[in-house]
């Protein structure tokens, strides 16, 4: 029987039937959310087959665990999370799972910033402790799939090679940037650790989690703020609520200067659908509002 004729009659062709084996022959792999699955696939590449709970544009903070991701769990071989208490649920969903393999917490070796008291989670802003997410799932994976050590290894090393240059770039860029004029306002406070990276002044609506609305005390405190600093650039996050960020913008006459991708990549295909391209969209955003205005020719 033929290609056409096994397609026709709904079985799979020898190069399909190939890759399903291939592929279930990989062990699988679970990050709690989309930028954590993006480093585990560059980092495993071909040798592990990668999932995530949360995908791209979801919002993590305020995820609720269906059926479906019990069972995604229950196949998997490793589970990759933040940590940090950034995955409020997934000690739950584990228990419900009934997986009993290796968690890896990938922030193990940093050292949080602490915010309100509690550590912030979102470490991976900072491309020195990406290095560190990137090295603890070499070590995760090389031990999971031995076999395939040296080649997880090398991609590791490649992957952290790009992370170099796109970080010395972006500094360069920043660099025309004068110090004091480093400033702007997000939605929630999860750019601390971008922040501290490359000496920008950042300052939010809400705290490091979305699960809240801030007062009306907190957003007068806010705008007392903008006006004292002349913070005049906003910017809204790919997975909050756009309304309170107009609301601020309408009532200080500031300008929202574009999107920053906080907790999670963009779909496939678009401006921040991975890691590398979420920290490069994310500065030069910042970067082109700080930038000024370009005189028009009469």
């Known amino acids: 029987m033929g290609v056409v004729a096994l397609v026709l009659a709904g079985l799979p062709t020898p190069a399909q039937a190939q890759a399903a084996a291939a592929s279930a022959e990989r062990p699988r792999v679970v990050a709690s959310f989309s930028i954590l699955a993006d480093m ?57 799972s009934g997986y009993r393999g290796p968690v890896l917490v990938a922030t193990t070796g940093i050292r949080p910033r602490m915010v309100y008291g509690a550590p912030d989670p979102h470490a991976w802003h900072d491309p020195a402790n990406a290095r ?53 306002i997000t939605s929630h406070d999860a750019f601390g650790y971008l922040a501290a990276a490359y000496g920008i002044r950042l300052a ?7 699960a809240a609305e801030p007062s009306a005390a907190d957003l007068a405190r806010l705008m007392r703020q903008m006006k004292a600093e002349q913070t005049r650039a906003l910017f809204l996050e790919n997975t909050g609520n756009p309304r309170m960020m107009q609301r601020v913008a309408q009532d200080t006459g500031a300008v929202i200067g574009g999107t920053l991708y906080a907790d999670a990549l963009s779909p496939p295909g678009t401006a921040a659908d991975s890691y590398l391209k979420l920290l490069n969209h994310n500065l030069t955003t910042l970067i082109a509002a700080w930038q000024p205005p370009v005189a028009r020719t009469p």
């Open 40 to 96: 585990a696939r560059e980092v495993g590449g071909d040798a592990v087959e990668v999932s995530s709970l949360v995908g791209p544009g979801g919002d993590a903070h305020v995820y609720e665990p269906t059926p479906a991701a019990v069972r995604q769990l229950a196949a998997a071989q490793l589970v990759v999370v933040n940590g940090l208490r950034f995955e409020g649920w997934i000690d739950r969903l584990v228990a419900a």
């Open 204 to 210: 939010s609506v809400q705290g490091w989690t979305t």
């Open 132 to 184: 560190v997410y990137i090295e603890n799932l070499r070590v995760a994976l090389g031990r999971l799939v031995p076999a395939q050590a040296a080649a997880i290894d090398a991609r590791a090393a490649h992957y952290l090679q790009r992370l170099d240059a796109q970080d010395q770039r972006l500094r360069a860029l920043l660099a025309q940037v004068p110090a004091e004029q480093r400033r702007a």
